[in-house]
């Protein structure tokens, strides 16, 4: 059998996996899958299974991370995952447990093609898509390592490397895998999108209703031009009516990202700005306030904190419900923006593939 590099045991679907079983009692299959996605157990320790047919398994479908690097800071409450894929493309997941929720930011892709200048991951430029089994086994490989912190994995945010609505059928599958199989609520499930309007239009007809993120960070296009590269070709007024389309399908938490940067989108006549594009298309969308996170290739700094509560202070005065996001791991680059995957091997262990670790 011969299958690509980027596939793993959390690829196939269920029917799938029943083909590969081929010749197995039927029971096997519920076995199997109920160890992968119930028990959130390595394959290696799903023991109802036989070693041979788990033998047969790890060769056909090995796992598709293989830990380099696991960084803990805030106090342990924030894990950075740095993985090696098949090809040896790298990528990272982090892990973030809050005292009321424990929630995994995964990446899509391997770089990201969008350019976003403040973004490390833009300006690392792009590799290649992920797989569904990539993506669902970092998600897969968190929740167990949280379990073993006696904390339960509810959450689940597309916002690490890469932009999901560029890699959308596989992003799609591992958001149903993680609700059918896993049983994560779609409420909990968060896609944070720079922008691709015809990826947000399509996420309006899917059945599952997640939450959506958008990444503004400016409310004029001249600005937003400069900021985010694709608004050039889906500028605000499309992306705010593809929004609004998605918000009456789907009755689903809207959200906007905005990073603040010193001087370049932290003034109050951008607040002003922001509240305006949010009365004119009628978007009752949550605004979650992000001082920017320093990147090598990003000269300008993000905003103070006094600014930060200032413009914070701004848009709740003019009746745009705000948030300040408290910056997670920023110390490791764990934080928005901060994933290169960049940094060298330095554990001997590296190879040791994750689902034995
Ligand atoms: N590509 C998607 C999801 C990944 S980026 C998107 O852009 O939405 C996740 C979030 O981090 C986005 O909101 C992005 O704008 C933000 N971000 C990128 N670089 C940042 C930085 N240096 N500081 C703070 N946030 C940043
Ligand atoms: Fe890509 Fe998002 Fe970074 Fe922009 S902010 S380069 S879309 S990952």
Sequence with gaps: MSVPLTSS??????????????????????QLWD???????APADITNVPKSLR????????????????????????????????????????????????TVCVSSQAGCAMGCGFCATGQAGFTRQLS????????????????TMGRRLANVVYMGM??????LPAVWESVERLHGA???????ITLSTVGLVPGIRSLSEKQLP?????????????????????????????????CADYLDAKGRRLSFEWALIDGVNDRSRDAAELADLCRRFKLPAHVNLIPLNPTPGYPTVGSSAAHVAK??????????????????????DAACGQLAAGQPVVLSSARARSDKG
Excluded: C
């Design 132 to 147: 569904v089994g990539e993506i669902v086994e970092q998600v897969v490989v968190a929740a167990r390592d949280a379990r």
């Design 55 to 102: 033998e047969r398994l790890a060769v056909e479908l090995p796992s598709a991370l293989t830990q380099l690097v696991r960084t803990v800071s805030d106090g342990g409450d924030t894990v950075k995952y740095l993985w090696s894929l098949a090809d040896g493309s790298r990528i990272e997941t982090v892990l973030m447990l809050y005292p009321d929720r424990v």
């Design 311 to 332: 413009f914070h202070q701004s848009l709740v005065g003019l009746g745009i419900n705000a948030t300040v996001r408290r910056n997670r791991g920023t110390d490791i």
């Design 210 to 242: 997640v939450n959506l993120a958008v990444s503004l960070h400016a409310a004029n296009d001249a600005l937003r031009d400069e900021l985010v590269p694709i608004n050039k070709r889906y500028p605000l007024k499309d992306l705010m009516e593809a």
């Design 9 to 30: 045991l959390y690829t196939p679907t269920r029917e799938s996996l029943a083909e590969l079983l081929d010749g197995e009692p039927r029971y096997r299959l519920d």
């Design 35 to 41: 160890g992968l996605y119930t028990q959130l157990a």
């Design 162 to 167: 890469g932009e999901p609505m560029a890699n």
């Design 182 to 188: 896993i049983g994560l609520s779609a409420r909990h």
